[in-house]
């Protein structure tokens, strides 16, 4: 069973940067695919980052040149580097991480961006 604990959610005012992290309690990335999710009030749970074991990333429009996905694979860590902060990105934000038939969640991490 991977567990997966994410950090670093606060408040920040629009325009702001946080930078969050997801601990695995395991040695994955090699093999799973890693995303950051984030649920707003009332909406569906959204993908707002992801990296392939590859290497390779992908973000939706909303967000694609504000946060950058990263992983260090000797910390067993991946980040979510979020700049520009909208009071939209305003959501609890889930680590993912996805294998072909097993998945696993975080516990998720709130963000405010507020002024």
């Known amino acids: 069973q991977v567990q997966l604990v994410e950090s670093g959610g606060g408040s920040v005012q629009p325009g702001g940067s946080l930078r969050l992290s997801c601990l695995a309690s395991e040695s994955i990335f090699n093999t799973y695919a890693m995303g950051w999710y984030r649920q707003a009030p009332g909406k569906q749970r959204e993908l707002v980052a992801a990296?392939?074991?590859?290497?390779?990333?992908n973000y939706p429009d909303s967000v694609k040149g504000r946060f950058t996905i990263s992983r260090d694979n000797a910390k067993n860590t991946v980040y979510l580097q979020m700049n520009s902060l909208k009071p939209e990105d305003t959501a609890v934000y889930y680590c993912?991480?996805?294998?072909?038939?097993?998945?696993?969640w975080g516990q998720g991490t709130q963000v405010t961006v507020s002024s």
């Open positions: 993912n991480a996805k294998w072909a038939l097993w998945e696993y």
């Open positions: 990296v392939t074991n590859g290497g390779s990333t």
